[in-house]
C-alpha cells in the first residue's frame, strides 16, 4: 500500500481539520482505448491515460464535491478546499441532513490477473478486430446497407480511501464493444444489435471471434427481412433470457434503486408486499465470476454482495448506498408492521461511480431473474398461440412501472412449437401487472453484457433463464 496510502490519508486529514465530518477520495490511474468505426471506415481511435482524483465531502449534513486531473498533493489539497467551501454553501439549504450507514472499514488490495492484457495488445491489432466483424456483417447478405461498431478496452487501478479508516487499491479491467447494422429489401428495413464484453481481458476475442459476432448478428438480420409482422393485442410468451434480463433491469431494477424509490417510484408502498407471482425471485450481485457487472468493492468502499430484491415474489431489499440506506432506515416506521422485519436495509455494494470526475449514484451490477425448474420445451407446450422473444433492440422505463421494449429476435409460437420469425415487435405493459402473470420460470441461465445510463455510464449485466408469461402486450399489425 505504502506511499499512495500516506498521501490519500494525509489529504483526508486535512479535510477533517477543514471542517468536514467525513471525507472520502476516489484516484484512478487508467488506461483507456476508444474506437468507433462506420461501413468498414475508422471514425475515431483515442488511447491515453486518464489520471486523477475525485474528493467528496460532509460538512453540516450536506455534501461537496471537486475534482482534479492530478495526484500530487498541493492540487489534492486544493480540490479538498474547494469541496468544503461548496458543503458549507450547501449546508445552509439542506432539508433533510445527509447522514451514512455505519459500515465495517478495510484495508485491501485486489489484483486481477488479465488472460491477455489489453495494454499488450496493439492499436493496429484492436482495428483490425474491429474491421473484421464489419467486414463479416457486410459480406454475410448484400443486403446489409450500413454497420456502425463501438470498442472500448479500460485497464488500470482505482484508489478508495476514507476518514472511516478505508483503503482500497483495486484494479479495474473491461474489454467492451457494441455491433449495429441494418439493411433493407424494397420497402422492409430491418436492423439489429448485438455487444458483448468481458472483465478478464482481450481473450474474449479468441472465444467470441469477430466473425462469429458479425455471423451472428448478420443471421438475425437475415431473419428479420423475411419475418411476418406480429398479431397486436395481449398473448401469452415465453422470454428467453436476454429479455428477461432487460426486463428484469429497466422494467424492475431502476424501480428499487433506493435513490429512485424515495423519489416515488410504484414500489415505494409495496416494499415487504407481494409484487409478482410465486415463481419470480429478482437479484442483483456485484459477486457473480465474469459477469460484467462484477467487482469486489464499490466505489463507497462496501465489499459488492447478492441482494436479493424480490423473493418468491416479495420486495425484500433495495439496492443502497450509504446515504440512503442511512434514509431508509429513519423511513422504517412506514412500513407496514408485520412485514417490517422482512425488509432489509443496509449499503449493498451498488454505488457505483463512471469514472473520478463524478460523484458515486446507486447503480445496478448484474440484475437477474433467477431459474427455477422448468425445460424450454415444458415452457411453449401448452401454448396454442403465443410468441418465443429473444433478443431486444432497445427500451425504456418509467418511475410508475409502465414499460415498453423494442424486440429484434422473436418467433410465433403454435401448438406448442416455435414457428416462423416476426418483425418490428414490441412489448409494453405493467411492470408490476406483468411479474405477477409470469407462471412458469426454467432452469437454465446466462448473463449478457451491457452498459446502463443514469446520467452517468456503468457496465452491467443482466439475465436469467427462459420464462413464460400468461400475457403481455404485443405490439404490431392489427
Known amino acids: 500500500m505504502g506511499l499512495m496510502k500516506d498521501e490519500l490519508m494525509s489529504i483526508i486529514d486535512y479535510g477533517q481539520k477543514s471542517g468536514a465530518s467525513y471525507v472520502e477520495v476516489r484516484a484512478q490511474n487508467i488506461s483507456k482505448t476508444i474506437i468507433s468505426t462506420k461501413d468498414g471506415k475508422v471514425e475515431v481511435v483515442t488511447e491515453g491515460l486518464e489520471k486523477g482524483a475525485g474528493i467528496r465531502v460532509l460538512v453540516n449534513g450536506a455534501w461537496g464535491f471537486a475534482t482534479v486531473g492530478s495526484l500530487d498533493a498541493s492540487s489534492l489539497k486544493k480540490a479538498v478546499e474547494d469541496a468544503v467551501k461548496m458543503a458549507k454553501v450547501a449546508s445552509g439549504k439542506v432539508r433533510m441532513p445527509v447522514t451514512l450507514f455505519d459500515v465495517k472499514p478495510v484495508e485491501d488490495i485486489v489484483k486481477i490477473k488479465p488472460d491477455i492484457d489489453p495494454r499488450d495488445v496493439s492499436i493496429d491489432e484492436k482495428m483490425d478486430t474491429v474491421l473484421r466483424i464489419d467486414k463479416t456483417v457486410f459480406s454475410y447478405d448484400k443486403r446489409v446497407k450500413s454497420c456502425t461498431i463501438s470498442y472500448a478496452d479500460i485497464t488500470g487501478v482505482q484508489y478508495f480511501a476514507n476518514s472511516d479508516g478505508t483503503y482500497i487499491e483495486q ?119 465474469g459477469g460484467f457487472g462484477s467487482f469486489k468493492y464499490d466505489d463507497e468502499g462496501v465489499p459488492a454482495q447478492k441482494t436479493v430484491l424480490i423473493k418468491d415474489g416479495v420486495v425484500i431489499s433495495l439496492m443502497f448506498d450509504r446515504e440512503y440506506a442511512a434514509k431508509f432506515e ?44 422448468h425445460s424450454f420445451e415444458e415452457l411453449i407446450e401448452d401454448i396454442d398461440f403465443g410468441y418465443y422473444i429473444v433478443s431486444f433492440r432497445g427500451g425504456q422505463a418509467n418511475l410508475d412501472g409502465t414499460f415498453q421494449v423494442g424486440v429484434q429476435e422473436a418467433y410465433e409460437i403454435v401448438k406448442g412449437e416455435v414457428g416462423e420469425p416476426v418483425r418490428n415487435m414490441s412489448i409494453s405493459g405493467n411492470t408490476l401487472e406483468t411479474l405477477l402473470k409470469v407462471d412458469a420460470v426454467g432452469k437454465d441461465f446466462s448473463l449478457i453484457a451491457g452498459r446502463c445510463g443514469k446520467g452517468q455510464t456503468a457496465f452491467t449485466g443482466d439475465g436469467g433463464p427462459h420464462l413464460r408469461v400468461r400475457e403481455i402486450l404485443i405490439g404490431g399489425a392489427r
Not at 448485438?194 to 482481450?202: D, H, L
Not at 412485514?339 to 463512471?354: S, Y
Open 171 to 289: 484494479d479495474k479491467l473491461y474489454v467492451w464493444s457494441r455491433i449495429f447494422a441494418s439493411a433493407r429489401e424494397g420497402d422492409i428495413f430491418a436492423s439489429g444489435r448485438e455487444e458483448i464484453g468481458s472483465t478478464k481481458g482481450f481473450g474474449i476475442w479468441e472465444k467470441e471471434t469477430p466473425e462469429k459476432l458479425g455471423e451472428k448478428l448478420g443471421e438475425r438480420i437475415k431473419l428479420q427481412l423475411k419475418a411476418k409482422p406480429p398479431k397486436g393485442g395481449g398473448f401469452p410468451a415465453v422470454l428467453g433470457p436476454e429479455i428477461v434480463g432487460v426486463f428484469a433491469h429497466e422494467a424492475f431494477g431502476h424501480l428499487a434503486e433506493a435513490d429512485l424509490t424515495f423519489a416515488g417510484s410504484v414500489i415505494l408502498d409495496k416494499l415487504g408486499r407481494q409484487v409478482a407471482s410465486e415463481h419470480v425471485t429478482i437479484i442483483d450481485d456485484g459477486t457473480v465470476e
Open 330 to 373: 429513519a423511513f422504517r416506521r412506514k412500513i407496514p408492521e408485520d412485514v417490517r422485519d422482512l425488509f432489509e436495509i443496509k449499503p449493498t455494494g451498488n454505488a457505483r461511480a463512471e469514472d473520478f470526475r463524478v460523484p458515486p449514484l446507486i447503480r445496478m451490477r448484474n440484475t437477474y431473474i433467477a431459474p427455477r425448474d
